[in-house]
């Protein structure tokens, strides 16, 4: 009785305590979900978009990377936020919209490029917003300038700025241009120290995605493959960039080897650096370009900056088109390959081959453009793509595919079944080579006070198990079945390509390419842009007039769609503020690049006995 005496007033305060938590677990929550309300009421009965004002900027803000789509719903967007992760993005089609309506629009003015939040594409999209601000400027009959300026310009951004008609930096910011490659960690010491073998077997002698664990650093092949590769992307920046600000042959290299000395002549002062190499036109502050852009456009209705129109409002004033009886349906194939399904912005091996389906069978959708942009994955899920495609020309559609930033190994597979492959040159593709990986830490184990017993009816029962040794009969069995795909992969690419199949073993193996080395290869049909592949698929189709386009994707649940009609952006920013306010940070805002390659040496184990028949069309590059 005395022991319970003296701890009853213990109990009563971790139950005080305990009910002060939760009450205001529910009082955060209850607050979080009241903003929510409160600004998708706003987007629901708030008052209508105010006119357009004469002699407009359009203000293209761009947030994050510059995507073929945006990943999941505004619903999954929110919980982002919530969790710590920046979920922003563009996708290219609405950037292409704004553009080519702006362009006609008489109450534009002129456009000033805000890349400050703009987290860049690689090469490929690159050049297509590159080239929708050159159309914007033929098809404004070269009366509507483009302007750009920022605190700062890196590699990607200024690469867009740089075919700005003006170009302007603050007094304190920098250009900072530095090239194109990529360094990756190598695991080989640190997993014989820890006792973790990698075992990756692989076909092709450029296919290095296994590389970094069985090494401690890249081979001469992969050296050789990402120079060549790296090289020529490198080339056609500076060409690019040189061209547009009218610099001398070389201007770029010397700005960046002369960067120390000429850095320490200024005493630092890095917008003068830009400024003297010519690659800026001019130094302003905040309140200067806004003096320029009133005095280039109008005043806005406050009299206090200029009239502005930024690219989500002027994206949200344009009118849906009318439906149409006869479309070209586009189906986007963005991120990694993976079996079943996935949500959008990822390739599942079902739900993709779905979309393409769903497309097949639609009497209005002509033709089909499938917009790659895949680094590869499940060789699986890839050969679903790719037979749906194929089913789909048998039915008498069209199939053009558009190769985006990356479109290699898996990506390449789920493009052997089409019309015409168009790339577009700085896009990284091929990459035909084959994959496994089994990982085992019976070493590790052996240094631990833990064993492993059983019994099995065969040598195979219970394999792969990462904590026994790796037996060479089961590397054997594998190590054929990788041939097979190879061989497969291969034949089919020869038979798409109208080739032999010792001629793609020999630009295969596991190699990258550009687009325009593609084609060089014959690995393409030509190289172009995402509006060529469209206008390709018309024509195939014998489609009059201005193709109109559907882009064929899973229709989002009724919430998500109240979301995305009424209150996506409120939805997104009252989870940003909750996570400002209240700390709220579930999940580790960022994995870095050791925990993402890692993750690979777990999904044999997460997949059981199925990793036997699983090999990976995975290509270990990213677009620069």
Same mark, same amino acid.
Request: hydrophobic share 40%.
């Given at each position: 009785? %005395?022991?319970k005496?003296?701890?009853?007033?213990?109990?009563?305060?971790?139950?005080?305590?305990?009910?002060?938590l939760?009450?205001?677990?529910?009082?955060?929550?209850?607050?979080?979900?009241?903003?929510?309300?409160?600004?998708? +009421?706003?987007?629901?009965?708030?008052?209508?978009?105010?006119?357009?004002?004469?002699?407009? *900027?359009l203000?293209?803000?761009?947030?994050?990377?510059?995507?073929?789509?945006?990943?999941?719903?505004?619903? %999954?967007?929110?919980?982002?936020?919530?969790?710590?992760?920046?979920?922003?993005?563009?996708?290219l089609?609405?950037?292409?919209?704004?553009?080519?309506?702006?362009?006609?629009?008489?109450? /534009?003015?002129?456009?000033?490029?805000?890349?400050?939040?703009?987290?860049?594409?690689?090469?490929?999209?690159?050049?297509?917003?590159?080239? +929708?601000?050159?159309?914007?400027?033929?098809?404004?009959?070269? !009366?509507? !300038? =483009?302007y750009?300026?920022?605190?700062?310009?890196?590699?990607?951004?200024?690469?867009?700025?740089?075919?700005?008609?003006?170009?302007?930096l603050?007094p304190? %910011?920098?250009?900072?241009?530095?090239?194109?490659?990529?360094?990756r960690?190598?695991? !080989?010491?640190?997993?014989?120290?820890?006792?973790?073998?990698?075992?990756?077997?692989?076909?092709?002698?450029?296919?290095?995605?296994?590389?970094?664990?069985?090494?401690?650093?890249?081979?001469? +092949?992969?050296?050789?493959?990402?120079?060549?590769?790296?090289?020529?992307?490198?080339?056609?920046?500076?060409?690019?960039?040189?061209?547009?600000?009218?610099?001398?042959?070389?201007?770029?290299?010397?700005?960046?080897? *002369?960067? &120390?000395?000429?850095?320490?002549?200024?005493?630092?002062?890095?917008?003068?650096?830009a400024?003297?190499?010519?690659?800026?036109?001019g130094?302003?502050?905040?309140?200067?370009?806004?003096?320029?852009?009133?005095?280039?456009?109008?005043?806005?209705?406050?009299?206090?900056?200029?009239?502005?129109?930024?690219?989500?409002d002027?994206?949200?004033?344009?009118?849906?088109?009318p439906?149409?009886?006869?479309?070209?349906?586009? /189906?986007?194939?963005?991120?990694?390959?993976?079996?079943?399904?996935?949500?959008?912005?990822?390739i599942?091996?079902?739900?993709? +081959?779905?979309?393409?389906?769903?497309?097949?069978?639609?009497?209005?959708?002509?033709?089909? /453009?499938?917009?790659?942009?895949?680094?590869?994955?499940?060789?699986?899920?890839?050969?679903?793509?790719?037979?749906?495609?194929?089913?789909?020309?048998?039915?008498?559609?069209?199939?053009?595919?558009?190769?985006?930033?990356?479109?290699?190994?898996?990506?390449?597979?789920?493009s052997?079944?089409?019309?015409?492959? =168009?790339?577009?040159?700085?896009?990284?593709?091929?990459?035909?080579?084959?994959?496994?990986?089994l990982?085992?830490?019976?070493?590790?184990?052996?240094?631990?006070p833990?064993?492993?017993?059983?019994?099995?009816?065969?040598?195979?029962?219970?394999?792969?198990?990462?904590?026994?040794?790796?037996?060479?009969?089961l590397?054997?069995?594998i190590?054929?079945?990788?041939?097979?795909?190879? *061989?497969?992969?291969?034949?089919?690419?020869?038979?798409?390509?109208?080739?032999?199949?010792?001629?793609?073993?020999?630009?295969?193996?596991?190699?990258?390419?550009?687009?325009?080395?593609?084609?060089?290869?014959?690995?393409?049909?030509?190289?172009?842009?995402?509006?060529?592949?469209?206008?390709?698929?018309?024509?195939?189709?014998?489609?009059?007039?201005? &193709?109109?386009?559907?882009?064929?994707?899973?229709?989002?649940?009724?919430?998500?769609?109240?979301?995305?009609?009424?209150?996506?952006?409120a939805?997104?920013?009252?989870?940003d503020?909750?996570?400002?306010?209240?700390?709220?940070?579930? =999940?580790?805002?960022?994995?870095?690049?050791?925990?993402?390659?890692?993750?690979?040496?777990?999904a044999?184990?997460?997949?059981?006995?199925?990793?036997?028949?699983?090999?990976?069309?995975?290509?270990?590059?990213?677009?620069?």
């Amino acid at each position: 009785m %005395g022991l319970k005496s003296a701890l009853a007033p213990l109990g009563r305060a971790v139950v005080r305590v305990w009910s002060w938590l939760d009450v205001s677990r529910r009082f955060a929550f209850n607050l979080l979900w009241l903003l929510v309300l409160l600004l998708l +009421a706003s987007a629901l009965f708030g008052s209508g978009k105010p006119a357009l004002r004469d002699k407009s *900027t359009l203000v293209l803000n761009l947030q994050g990377p510059l995507l073929e789509q945006h990943a999941g719903d505004a619903r %999954g967007r929110a919980m982002a936020k919530l969790q710590g992760e920046d979920s922003e993005s563009t996708q290219l089609r609405d950037l292409l919209r704004v553009l080519e309506h702006a362009a006609k629009d008489d109450k /534009v003015q002129q456009v000033l490029l805000d890349l400050s939040s703009y987290a860049g594409a690689g090469q490929a999209n690159q050049h297509e917003f590159m080239a +929708a601000l050159a159309r914007f400027k033929k098809d404004s009959g070269g !009366k509507k !300038k =483009i302007y750009a300026y920022a605190e700062g310009f890196d590699q990607r951004g200024y690469q867009i700025a740089a075919l700005a008609d003006e170009l302007y930096l603050h007094p304190m %910011g920098a250009v900072l241009l530095e090239g194109f490659g990529r360094y990756r960690n190598y695991y !080989k010491d640190l997993f014989e120290r820890v006792g973790v073998s990698a075992n990756v077997l692989r076909v092709g002698k450029y296919k290095n995605f296994g590389e970094p664990y069985f090494a401690n650093g890249p081979s001469e +092949a992969t050296l050789e493959s990402e120079s060549y590769l790296y090289g020529a992307l490198w080339q056609r920046y500076m060409d690019g960039v040189e061209g547009a600000r009218k610099l001398d042959k070389g201007g770029i290299t010397r700005y960046i080897e *002369t960067l &120390p000395e000429r850095a320490k002549a200024l005493g630092g002062d890095y917008a003068q650096l830009a400024l003297q190499a010519k690659l800026v036109d001019g130094i302003k502050t905040r309140d200067e370009m806004r003096a320029l852009l009133i005095e280039r456009g109008a005043k806005d209705e406050k009299g206090q900056s200029f009239a502005r129109v930024e690219f989500k409002d002027y994206l949200e004033r344009l009118p849906t088109p009318p439906a149409a009886k006869a479309v070209v349906g586009v /189906v986007v194939a963005q991120g990694g390959i993976s079996d079943g399904s996935k949500a959008p912005g990822e390739i599942g091996g079902d739900s993709t +081959a779905r979309l393409i389906r769903d497309a097949r069978e639609d009497e209005s959708v002509k033709a089909i /453009v499938l917009r790659v942009s895949s680094p590869g994955g499940s060789a699986l899920a890839s050969e679903l793509i790719r037979r749906e495609l194929e089913l789909t020309r048998k039915a008498g559609k069209p199939v053009v595919v558009s190769m985006g930033d990356v479109a290699a190994s898996g990506g390449y597979w789920i493009s052997m079944s089409a019309d015409e492959v =168009i790339a577009e040159p700085g896009t990284i593709t091929g990459s035909i080579g084959v994959f496994g990986m089994l990982p085992t830490a019976d070493k590790l184990l052996a240094k631990l006070p833990l064993h492993v017993g059983g019994y099995g009816t065969t040598w195979l029962t219970g394999q792969p198990d990462p904590r026994r040794p790796f037996d060479p009969r089961l590397g054997q069995a594998i190590q054929a079945g990788i041939e097979h795909i190879y *061989t497969e992969f291969t034949t089919r690419a020869a038979a798409a390509r109208g080739l032999k199949p010792e001629d793609i073993d020999a630009v295969g193996q596991g190699r990258v390419w550009t687009g325009q080395q593609a084609l060089e290869r014959k690995l393409i049909d030509r190289v172009g842009s995402y509006a060529d592949a469209i206008a390709a698929a018309a024509k195939r189709a014998k489609l009059e007039g201005e &193709p109109q386009l559907r882009y064929i994707e899973k229709e989002p649940g009724r919430f998500a769609k109240l979301v995305d009609q009424f209150g996506g952006d409120a939805l997104v920013a009252g989870a940003d503020v909750a996570r400002q306010v209240f700390g709220l940070n579930l =999940i580790p805002s960022a994995l870095t690049d050791a925990q993402r390659e890692l993750q690979w040496l777990l999904a044999p184990q997460q997949q059981g006995s199925k990793a036997l028949l699983r090999a990976h069309v995975h290509c270990l590059c990213t677009a620069p």
